[in-house]
């Protein structure tokens, strides 16, 4: 894997070495505090139920604010009458 140098002030740097866990190296403290995972992480991690559930879940979360926002707009529509 190809690799890049970055400079930080010593303060960045501190911040940083204080976020590190034990046995982590650097790249990995600044790909778990930007958020990122990567795949082969992220498998394994819920049962198929679970993912279908999840994934009902956030459909349906969808659905409610779509109905949320029409209604909000139609609502908004009217006051300006």
Not at 62 to 67: A, K, L, N, Y
């Amino acid at each position: 894997m190809a690799t890049k140098t970055i400079s930080l002030d010593e303060e960045a740097y501190e911040r940083l070495k204080a976020r590190k866990k034990e046995g982590e190296s650097f790249s990995e403290t600044v790909k778990r505090l930007a958020g990122e995972r990567s795949w082969n992480e992220i498998v394994g991690i819920l049962s198929k139920d679970e993912a279908r559930d999840l994934e009902a879940a956030i459909e349906g979360g969808r659905t409610d604010s779509g109905e949320r926002s029409d209604r909000f707009a139609a609502e908004l529509d009217e006051t300006r009458r």
